[in-house]
Nanobody, 116 residues
Framework: QVQLVESGGGLVQAGGSLRLSCAAS????????MGWFRQAPGKEREFVAV????????YYADSVKGRFTISRDNAKNTVYLQMNNLQPEDTAVYYC?????????WGQGTQVTVSS
């Protein structure tokens, strides 16, 4: 059974940092793009960042560019999201996503709360 399990969320003050992890099991995603999305209360889920299978290409939402960094360790089948200078508007449930031909996998999400 394929699973994506996020961890690393929590409560942090504005200006603080968190590092999210997404550990995949059940299959390898080393050739698949993996991304992070987030959903704030009352809002639609939105794109945050994506990384190519090799890790050589990354894209970010304008709202997080310069503050967040996505990376991956294919030996550990894990993708990370380093979040610096967090702001209250970053408060959301953060989800990991992996895409393979014909299938999209989502994790269960991890809550990030930023207090002002």
């Amino acid at each position: 059974q394929v699973q994506l399990v996020e961890s690393g969320g929590g409560l942090v003050q504005a200006g603080g940092s968190l590092r999210l992890s997404c550990a995949a099991s059940g299959r390898t995603f080393s050739s698949s793009a993996m991304g992070w999305f987030r959903q704030a209360p009352g809002k639609e889920r939105e794109f945050v960042a994506v990384i190519s299978g090799s890790g050589g290409t990354t894209y970010y939402a304008d709202s997080v560019k310069g503050r967040f960094t996505i990376s991956r360790d294919n030996a550990k089948n894990t993708v990370y999201l380093q979040m610096n200078n967090l702001q209250p508007e970053d408060t959301a449930v953060y989800y990991c996503r992996a895409i393979v031909p014909g299938r999209v996998y989502w994790g269960q999400g991890t809550q990030v709360t930023v207090s002002s």
